[in-house]
């Protein structure tokens, strides 16, 4: 396990070094505020690695914020599996999940994700690395989805990458999307968009795509207090992740983690792009998933939700092989081409 050179912002020491949080076997967080992290199961791709050329899916690494070193990953279909040059494809920016403190987009799980999304969707699909805590506390990650979309607001204006000029990317039909924290992390990119704090023009937002959002809360919901041990998101792996990720003394009501908390921004006039908010009915969270989309609703913003039964939290993540997860990623090729209500997945058996 590797350790950071510095300590953790806002953790104090108290004399006595000793473990204060273990996150999976993978991530602790010291007394003194150092950080220890395994290194993370990652799929290398140098970037001279040559594709075959019938690849359905190209793909190119770049640095989008040179001050935290911060990396993407693009990817968009390759002509020789059949993408038209002249045909614009929609733009996918895409936060990974890992609750605001582990993952990178070059995990094999999320890589190959994005490499569905470009080939099936098709789009152009943008999967951005953020800061991670404890190391970087909350609103670090956030912050740096306004460093991506500077970046991407700089693209549109210039195509500064050839590379996307040659994907044929549209920046007029942009989504934001992720899964679990990077879905919480496009959450609040569309509102400090549509809020006028972060501008993305001459690109336009044109959508949300919120996969098993993470949101949190004080107040216990009845999926959160329901949850088995045997989950792959548990109620004492979220409220430790929640430690780890908000600032220093906040508690899961902090605007971070709840839209709707005591001290959050109000969204009534917040002119929101459509969003679809997709869930299995067996996440932890699925209530609180219910009741954001519900007074987002109630606001007369366009939300729509889509459960799949019997399925966890990040089913498709871990599971690409099963049909449901196949069927997400064409109710998204609906959401992002079609833009009509998205119909309810079958359920499952």
């Known amino acids: 396990m590797s350790s950071t050179a510095s300590p953790a912002s806002g953790v104090p020491g108290d004399g006595s070094l000793h473990v204060v949080e273990d996150c999976l076997g993978v991530l602790q967080l010291l007394s003194d505020g150092t950080v220890k992290r395994a290194p993370p199961p990652s799929l290398v791709l140098p970037d001279d690695a040559p594709l075959p050329a019938d690849a359905p899916v190209k793909w190119k690494d770049v640095v989008y914020d040179e001050t935290h070193n911060l990396s993407l990953r693009m990817y968009a279909p390759s002509a020789g599996a059949g993408a038209g040059a002249k045909k614009k494809l929609p733009v996918l920016v895409y936060f990974h999940g890992g609750g605001f403190c582990l993952g990178t987009f070059a995990m094999a799980d999320f890589h190959a994700l994005c490499l569905r999304l470009a080939a099936e969707l098709p789009a152009v699909v943008i999967s ?11 609103p670090a990650a956030h912050d740096d989805a306004d460093s991506l979309l500077a970046w991407l607001r700089a693209q549109a204006a210039a195509t500064a990458d050839p590379w996307l000029a040659e994907s044929s990317a549209d920046f007029g039909r942009v989504f934001l999307s992720g899964d679990s924290a990077g879905a919480n992390i496009a959450h609040h990119a569309a509102v400090r968009v549509a809020s006028g704090d972060v501008a993305v023009t001459p690109a336009l937002i044109s959508g949300c795509v919120l ?9 216990r919901t009845a999926s959160e207090a329901a949850c088995p041990a045997d989950a792959f998101l548990t109620l004492a792996l979220s409220d430790q992740m929640w430690r780890m990720a908000l600032p220093a003394a906040a508690d ?3 605007p971070a983690a709840n839209p709707f908390g005591p001290d959050r921004p109000s969204l009534d006039t917040v002119g929101l792009p459509p969003l679809l908010v997709a869930t299995g009915d067996g996440d932890m969270l699925v209530d609180r998933i219910r009741d954001y989309v ?56």
Do not use: C, T
């Open 128 to 138: 951005a690395d953020y800061r991670l805590a404890p190391e970087h506390r909350l």
């Open 211 to 219: 996969l098993w959002p993470y949101f949190g809360g004080e107040r």
């Open 252 to 254: 899961r009501d902090h």
């Open 294 to 349: 519900a007074r987002l609703n109630a606001m007369g913003k366009r939300v729509e939700l889509v459960e799949f039964a019997g399925q966890g939290h990040a089913f498709a993540i871990f599971r690409p092989e099963i049909e449901d997860a196949g069927e997400l990623v064409r109710v998204v090729r609906q959401f992002v081409h079609g833009g009509a209500p998205v119909p309810a997945p079958p359920s499952s058996a």
